[in-house]
């Protein structure tokens, strides 16, 4: 967060912050989304993370309260003037949303799913892995397509 705001700051260009959802809990994470708004942020990219058992720890356990569709939930809630107790907010927030996508994903069904929740939840554009197939870019537009923009 400390590094995308000092890029708007000297670079004087709009940052999107990649934020993970893994290692945070539920009020630290709202806090981070109100911090970041309240410090120039508008633009969020927000995936889940991966477990850090793939990592360099093996040992280490993952704090996951939320996932990416919840927390882009979330947002938009905050962009709407309520926190994640109900509670009104004022001024609200004004962040965009992003998400992940992985239109070469192992489990095709899940994927789509996941996604079609994403949009659902307030996701206003995605990043995806790296794609080399454009096949399978192709084959993933066409099934997202329906979601279009809401």
């Not at 993370?49 to 809630?77: C, H, Q, W």
Request: charged share 20%; with cysteine.
């Amino acid at each position: 967060m400390v590094t995308a705001v000092r890029i708007q700051q000297e670079a004087d260009i709009e940052t999107v912050l990649h934020f993970c959802c893994r290692d945070r809990n539920l009020i630290g994470m709202q806090s981070d989304l109100l911090g970041a708004f309240a410090i120039g942020l508008r633009n969020l990219l927000i995936i889940t993370g991966d477990p850090p058992k793939l990592g360099e720890y093996p040992n280490a356990t993952g704090v996951f309260d939320m996932d990416s569709i919840a927390l882009t939930s979330v947002a938009r809630n905050l962009n709407r003037g309520v926190d994640i107790g109900g509670s009104s907010i004022d001024p609200p927030t004004s962040l965009t949303v992003g998400v992940g996508a992985n239109p070469v994903a192992s489990d095709w069904p899940r994927e789509i799913e996941r996604f079609r929740q994403k949009v659902l939840a307030g996701a206003e554009f995605a990043v995806t892995q790296p794609v080399f197939d454009a096949d399978s870019l192709l084959r993933f537009l066409e099934a997202i397509e329906e979601f279009g923009s809401r």
